[in-house]
């Protein structure tokens, strides 16, 4: 069975750095066709993907966000770690994890974490 | 970057009835094309890939078509568990990003 579970803090203050923790079961982050992605949803708003990461560590980022964004792995401890520098309130939103098979698809997904940016 | 947009916004439609939600890319992305389901407080479900193809456990009811830049998601007899917020998802400039379209929201009518 294909799990993933979002980990983090609930409230962060502008201008810190967020860091996220996704851990995966049911895979392994050392399968070559696939490997894991972050996505975010503003509350009320529509999905945005932000970065994901494969088992060779290739990365791709979110064109718009690149300059925040890091994304890791601990194939060993079976997670990915996403970090964004210098938060913002209008990043207040649900951030999930999500399997990524190589074509491209989100075919499992975590239930998310709602990150508050405020002061 | 490839734009989604979703037309309609909001989809009243009584339960029974067909309800037909469209996508459209601001560029081709051949049969790249994915869709979601979500409900409130829950993450998104992959319904459809490769423009047409059911994922698995996908009931029947739920169709996709289209390729290029003109999608259409059909479900043909809305039930009660369909009533949710449908994304449209390319994935054709893979591995350079993902874009989402803006969703549609199906809501009994």
């Known amino acids: 069975q294909v799990t993933l579970k979002e980990s983090g803090p609930v409230l962060v203050k502008p201008t810190e750095t967020l860091t996220l923790t996704c851990t995966v079961s049911?895979?392994?982050?050392?399968?070559?066709?696939?490997?894991v992605s972050w996505i975010r949803q503003p509350p009320g708003k529509a999905l945005e993907w932000l970065a994901h990461?494969?088992?060779?560590?290739?990365?791709s980022y979110s064109t718009s966000l690149k300059s925040r964004l890091t994304i890791s792995k601990d194939t060993s401890k079976s997670q990915v770690v996403l970090t964004m520098t210098n938060m913002d309130p209008v990043d207040t939103a649900t951030y999930y994890c999500?399997?990524?098979?190589?074509?491209?698809?989100?075919?499992?997904w975590g239930q998310g974490t709602l990150v508050t940016v405020s002061s | 970057e490839i734009v989604m947009t979703q037309s309609p916004a909001t989809l009243s439609v009584s339960p029974g009835e067909r309800a037909t939600l469209s996508c459209r890319a601001s560029?081709?992305?051949?049969?790249?094309l994915a869709w979601y389901q979500q409900k409130p407080g829950q993450a998104p479900r992959l319904l459809i890939y490769?423009?047409?193809t059911r994922a698995t456990g996908i009931p029947a009811r739920f169709s996709g078509s289209g390729s290029g830049t003109e999608f259409t998601l059909t479900i043909s007899s809305l039930q009660s568990e369909d009533f949710a917020v449908y994304y449209c998802?390319?994935?054709?400039?893979?591995?350079?990003?993902?874009?989402f379209g803006g969703g549609t929201k199906v809501e009994i009518k």
């Open positions: 560029q081709s992305v051949s049969s790249n």
């Open positions: 999500a399997r990524i098979l190589r074509i491209g698809l989100t075919d499992y």
């Open positions: 990461i494969f088992s060779n560590d290739e990365k």
């Open positions: 049911g895979f392994s982050l050392s399968n070559a066709r696939m490997g």
């Open positions: 998802q390319q994935y054709n400039n893979w591995p350079s990003g993902l874009t």
């Open positions: 490769g423009a047409s």
